[in-house]
């Protein structure tokens, strides 16, 4: 049977319909399934700078910034849109922009399956971003995702306490205002400063704990506590490469957020794709 190319949203809807139905597997599939034990080796920066080319490669042939388009920026206007209309969240815009590096790893996972698909067989369409919502992989990917959004409130809870003792626990009056205090008082860059430092804590967590795993349950049934497992060892024995790559990434969804997030759109995906290329690039099975 001949099968026609549906648009995002009707993949989106039969992909949802497939995760409800393997809801009931999600524990099944926690464990590992493989037949094969992960190695890893020493990254340089050639990887990080092969990574991100292969990256932008598979961005370009795909055009998975559309599906970035149609999935993550009405999220992002609502969110902008909620913020503009309720000054008292004005102080959590920053902290907001900084959380897309700690969702990052969720919003990529379509981007994963693309690069795989074209590795394993040549070819792949949007319809393989959201097949990796298959029943191997959905009830893992849940668990570590559940993760990564209660340490992004986490972090959202964080951002707030640094913001009362600062400049709060006031409400700014207006956002011209709000702007002069964060710049202009030392007040303000105590804020920036501290909060620069508990950033890089909650995103350093994320950058061990999921920057290798999330691809990895994508690529093989390896179950969770083996995927994360590696992604930490990934780290520690290639720390120097893993903090300049969680650079990298922070610098760029920071240079994507300042056209009003529209840079996400681009972004996103191609951090999403170099992820998978990077993780390829750094564990092997023997």
């Known amino acids: 049977m001949v099968q026609t190319i549906g648009n995002p949203l009707t993949w989106g809807a039969k992909a949802l319909g497939d995760a409800g ?14 037949d094969a034990e992960p190695q890893f080796r020493v990254l340089g920066l050639d990887d990080i700078r092969n990574a991100l080319s292969l990256g932008w490669r598979d961005l370009m042939r795909f055009r998975s910034d559309v599906l970035a388009l149609v999935f993550i920026y009405p999220i992002i206007g609502v969110a902008l849109a909620f913020l503009a ?16 590096a700690l969702l990052g790893p969720i919003a990529s996972i379509g981007m994963y399956e693309i690069s795989k698909q074209h590795e394993d067989t040549g070819s792949a369409t ?24 209660m340490w992004f409130l ?11 003792i600062t400049l709060g626990p006031s409400m700014p009056e207006s956002t011209f205002g709000f702007f002069q205090d964060v710049f202009t008082t030392a007040a303000g860059w105590n804020m920036i400063l501290l909060g620069f430092a508990v950033g890089s804590v909650f995103a350093g967590v994320v950058l061990v704990v999921a920057a290798i795993s999330f691809p990895m349950l994508i690529d093989r049934p390896v179950g969770l506590p083996l995927a994360v497992v590696t ?32 840079g996400l759109v681009l972004v996103l995906p191609w951090l999403g794709h170099s992820t998978w290329h990077l993780y390829r690039l750094a564990v092997t099975y023997s």
Not at 126 to 149: I, K, N, Q, T
């Open 154 to 164: 986490l972090w959202m809870a964080a951002a707030f306490g640094v913001y009362s």
């Open 85 to 100: 209309f309720e000054r008292a969240l004005l102080p959590m815009l920053f902290p907001l922009a900084a959380g897309f």
């Open 126 to 149: 949007w319809g393989s971003a959201l097949s990796a919502l298959r029943s191997r992989a959905v009830g893992p990917v849940m668990v570590l995702g559940s993760f990564m959004l």
């Open 231 to 262: 992604s930490v060892k990934v780290a520690r024995e290639n720390p120097g490469v893993m903090i300049i790559w969680g650079l990298v990434v922070a610098g760029l969804l920071a240079i994507a957020t300042v056209p009003v997030f529209l």
């Open 21 to 34: 139905k393997t809801a009931g597997e999600v524990a099944t599939h926690l464990g590992s399934a493989a």
